[in-house]
């Protein structure tokens, strides 16, 4: 759950882990240990994690990417390069504790309809010149959340609404949600276009 900002020994945040006894304690106080990544059930698509090879990190993000596509419109292709750009292949701090794969953030305190709570991290802007800050960021209860939230999220947000005029052009649908704000990097388009061409991630756009 979301409460008061805590500035603790491991960080800030407003998220707090409910304990046994039905208390609550800030996360800011609690260190994170590295998760063993549940077996797939049957039919289920669970998405990437950071034990991955950089091959089975994709092979493991098409599917939710390509739901994306059917759900709202966001190209496979972009969805996935995202992941790896903004995750590092999922060995990322706020991937592998947080299940955050797309670096989004919370708004207000609030972590949206679909992630479960807000976690404060140390990072940098670019606007233009980089520097340090602090910055609230979801937490969700499962990859597949993280992924079905990339989606949602440029779906309701009106500024990135030019790029859905190119659901069928990946490499202007990404320069587009960056324009509109997606993220201050100046390089940020070519560094997810690289890894679209790198790995061909364009194969696992559907309408091809």
């Not at 596509?69 to 292709?77: A, L």
């Amino acid at each position: 759950m979301t409460g008061q900002s805590v500035r603790g020994t491991v960080s800030t945040t407003t998220q707090w882990d409910r304990l046994a006894d039905g208390h609550y304690v800030s996360h800011a106080y609690v260190v994170s240990g590295a998760v063993a990544a549940c077996a797939p059930t049957a039919g289920v698509v669970t998405g990437p994690v950071g034990s991955m090879t950089n091959a089975q990190f994709i092979a493991a993000s098409v599917g939710p990417a390509q739901q994306g596509w059917r759900d709202y419109g966001v190209p496979p292709s972009v969805t996935i390069a995202q992941a790896i750009l903004e995750s590092g292949w999922g060995r990322s701090t706020l991937s592998a504790n947080d299940r955050n794969f797309f670096g989004i953030k919370c708004f207000s305190g609030s972590p949206g309809p679909v992630a479960v709570g807000c976690h404060s991290y140390n990072t940098s802007e670019c606007l233009p010149t980089c520097a340090p800050t602090t910055a609230s960021f979801r937490v969700y209860a499962t990859t597949a959340d993280s992924f079905r939230d990339h989606s949602v999220f440029l779906t309701t947000n009106s500024r990135y609404r030019p790029a859905f005029a190119h659901t069928r052009e990946a490499n202007a649908f990404i320069w587009e949600i960056w324009h509109a704000g997606y993220a201050t990097s100046p390089t940020y388009v070519d560094n997810v276009t690289a890894l679209m061409r790198q790995y061909n991630l364009y194969q696992y756009d559907i309408w091809r």
